[in-house]
């Protein structure tokens, strides 16, 4: 499988924030900016694979500023690492004050997705290539994150054996 550039997973979207967007706090609703990272780094997925995928983990969201009604949102997502038939996806995402112009990155979220064949099965994905020193640091420091996300996901394992899977009221 021939390895793709890292620039060929990039895609940008940009929204306004609307009053129907915002919470109590008159900031952007959290799932609502969730709701966009997952959309955009999806589709960042299928540049790399051109294959069904699905969202595997939600690594981290960061929420660093908030987003208020008078910004606009800008989000800029691309694969930064893969495995066998997994993608690592970064997902930048920056407010504008549309008054003043003034830019700050109000967000940042890593995601994983597999791939899958036509019978839903792990399907193999092209390595990616970094070209800028933004790409080659997040590049390099993905296989912290693997082990990290690996770790993480066998302690869930172990404590989702604790959890009850009935709600008290039945």
């Known amino acids: 499988m021939q390895p793709k550039f890292i620039r060929e997973t990039r895609c940008f979207k ?3 924030v609307f009053p129907t967007d915002v ?3 008159n900031t952007l609703f959290g799932g609502k900016l969730m709701s966009y990272i997952d959309d955009i780094a999806s589709i960042s997925v299928a540049k790399l694979c051109r294959c069904s995928a699905v ?5 981290s ?8 009604p008078s910004d606009s949102v ?10 066998t038939s997994s993608m690592e996806v970064f997902v930048k995402v920056i407010c504008e004050d549309m008054n003043s112009g003034e830019r700050k990155i109000a967000a940042t979220a ?18 990616v290539i970094p070209e800028t020193e933004e790409e080659r640091k997040l590049f390099e420091t993905a296989e912290y994150r693997t082990r990290m ?16 899977t009935k709600f008290p009221w039945e």
């Open 14 to 16: 940009v929204s306004r």
């Open 23 to 25: 919470n109590n706090h």
């Open 55 to 59: 969202t595997a983990s939600t690594d």
């Open 61 to 68: 969201v960061d929420f660093l500023y908030p987003i208020r």
């Open 74 to 83: 800008s989000m800029e997502s691309f694969i930064t690492h893969t495995g």
């Open 110 to 127: 890593f995601l994983t997705f597999v791939a899958l064949d036509d019978e839903g099965h792990p399907s193999p994905v092209p390595q």
């Open 149 to 164: 996300r690996k770790h993480r996901r066998e302690e869930s394992k172990k404590f989702a054996d604790y959890l009850l």
